[in-house]
């Protein structure tokens, strides 16, 4: 089977269009399928008429119905009657106009300056994978140019628009649907340095020099820490007006949505940067209630521990961002939830969404620590993710068990138990000195920020589900004001007693109004440098 997409810019968005070959469907079979949402992140509105089909009998009608599988409602268009010969898709794909939301991964597609950007799997009807396995499938993708610009080009995970640099071309559907796309008058908005290159459509607000020689150097570290080839990798800037940076990994790229009215500092934008390097490498297999702690934990783990380790990052920002990272997940209002409860709030909640990762992180930091305990220094955490990396590459399935299994050939106790109390049930703590000798930590007690209304109040700075007599209803403010918060992260390092600052402005004035952090608190963690560490 072979399925050739071809993607034509017009002013209203995209006209798609794609013919498989090498397949019949009797009547009523599934053709395409489309779900309404993935990651969070919208897909097409599309009206019964909006697709349409032919094969070498003519036109087929189409069958519109709604269904349910693992990742939510999903529209799927069926054939009227039996097919014959290559089957002929087409529609228009028209970018998403409502604001995204501040949580949400930036894959649906959408217009900016004079083009367009989008994950694939949002806007393209796909046919079902084929049987007896997604191997059986290859895709091209082909770009129709218009002749109307000379700058324009299309870049994707897989390459760019004139083949150049990568060919348009795969097998299977999982990894054509991650192919993430990016087209406009690209030419004058790029940069390469080394394998990787660094594309946006309109200014993101960062200094994208400096920014891509960070990622290369990052990048080359990463490959080599994995043992794994490095190899043409793309990063896609996109703008979004909230605070912070939205990401994405895709094969051989990632996206990241910033706001170029309030672009990310420095450290804040490098951690970003280095966490999606991560994901190039660094999977498990299995459900992903049971195996997103270890691409999401690793992902937080290693871009921090190998920027440090190669003197990249300071130790200052180092201990910065593990005791943010610590206090977000120890007094985080959903620290009680079991793993498996937080993921089906991944998308909808970003206090539970903060939870494998985090746990994820301390877990394997204590691993590091318990294996350089137990061997002398002669084994680390590294040589149990290298040896994932190592046998996901052969082929071979790396799960859950086959994790424990390998950690238990070095340490002489069971590791499940650890890891279910560390990461799935979080009633596990990471030991003082697993970020190795140089650092300490001590316990502190940390506001739980229980503030009297929806937590997305402090990402949004609209005031959601009010709760009567609490702490904000007391300090003044109403059911859905927008009101002025410090950044996220800034909240998060406030102590008990110190005030948290909002702005509220009514009637064309503002004024601020405080609220003390006096409430619930939770031990936490906070790591230092060792007294009479070399420095």
């Known amino acids: 089977m072979h399925l050739l997409v071809t993607l034509t810019v017009e002013p209203r968005g995209v006209l798609v269009t794609w013919r498989l070959d090498g397949v019949t469907l ?33 036109a087929v009608p189409l069958i519109v119905s709604m269904s349910e599988d693992d990742g939510g409602p999903q529209r799927r268009w069926s054939v009227g009657r039996s097919t014959s010969g290559p089957i002929e898709v087409s529609y228009l794909a028209e970018p998403v106009t409502e604001e995204p939301l501040p949580a949400t991964a930036p894959l649906e597609l959408r217009g900016e300056g004079v083009g367009l950007s989008g994950a694939l799997k949002c806007f393209l009807v796909l046919p079902p994978e084929p049987s007896p396995g997604p191997d059986d499938l290859t895709f091209t993708v082909h770009w129709n140019r218009p002749a109307t610009s ?3 080009m299309a870049v994707t995970s897989l390459g760019e628009g004139d083949g150049h640099d990568g060919e348009l071309a795969g097998t299977g559907l999982e990894l054509l649907g991650d192919t993430y796309v990016m087209c406009g008058d690209l030419a004058n908005h790029h940069h390469r340095d080394g394998e990787l290159s660094t594309w946006w459509l309109t200014p993101p ?25 490095a190899h043409p990798y793309r990063v896609f800037l996109r703008t979004h007006p909230h605070q912070g940076a939205n990401a994405s990994a895709h094969p051989a790229s990632f996206v990241m949505a910033v706001n170029p009215a309030n672009p990310l500092d420095e450290a804040s934008l490098y ?15 299995g459900p ?6 270890f691409s999401e934990g690793a992902a937080d783990y290693y871009s921090l521990i190998l920027p440090l380790r190669e003197g990249m990052l300071g130790e200052e920002a180092f201990l910065r961002a593990v005791n943010l990272e610590a206090r977000e997940a120890y007094a ?6 079991h793993l498996r409860q937080a993921h089906q709030l991944f998308f909808s909640d970003f206090l539970a969404h903060r939870l494998p990762y985090a746990r994820g992180m301390f877990y394997l930091a204590d691993l590091d620590a318990r294996i350089r305990l137990a061997t002398s220094g002669e084994q680390s955490v590294d040589d149990v993710v290298r040896y994932v ?7 071979e399935r790396v799960g859950v068990e086959q994790w424990c299994a390998r950690v238990q050939e070095i340490l002489p106790d069971a590791e499940m138990p650890v890891l279910d109390g560390m990461v799935f049930t979080g009633v596990g703590r990471p030991g003082k000195n697993c970020f190795g000798p140089r650092f300490e930590a001590e316990t502190v007690h940390v506001p739980v920020l229980d503030l009297g209304f929806d937590p ?45 600052p909002i702005g509220v402005t009514r009637d064309g004035e503002t004024t601020q109004i405080s609220i003390p952090l006096i409430g619930k608190t939770a031990p936490v963690p906070q790591w230092r440098t060792r007294s009479g560490a070399d420095t």
């Open 26 to 58: 009797n009547a009523e079979e599934t053709l395409g399928q489309l779900p309404l949402s993935i990651a969070g992140a919208p897909t097409l509105q599309l009206d019964d008429a909006a697709v349409t089909a032919t094969d070498a009998l003519g």
């Open 150 to 152: 000379d700058s324009w």
């Open 205 to 229: 607000g960062i200094d994208v020099e400096a920014f891509s020689a960070q990622l290369g150097a990052t990048y080359q570290v990463m490959s080599e820490a994995f043992d794994a080839p």
């Open 271 to 285: 951690e970003t940067i280095a966490h999606e390097l991560v994901h190039e490498w660094l999977h498990l297999d």
């Open 288 to 293: 992903a209630d049971e195996v997103t702690w």
């Open 332 to 337: 985080n209002l959903r620290r009680d939830l």
């Open 389 to 395: 990396v190592r046998s996901r590459r052969a082929g």
């Open 456 to 500: 997305s109040t402090l990402v949004t700075r609209r005031v959601r589900e009010l709760v009567p007599g609490g702490a904000a209803e007391r300090a003044g403010l109403r059911d859905g004001e927008l009101i002025g918060l410090p950044r996220y992260p800034d909240i998060v390092r406030l102590n008990v007693g110190d005030l948290l």
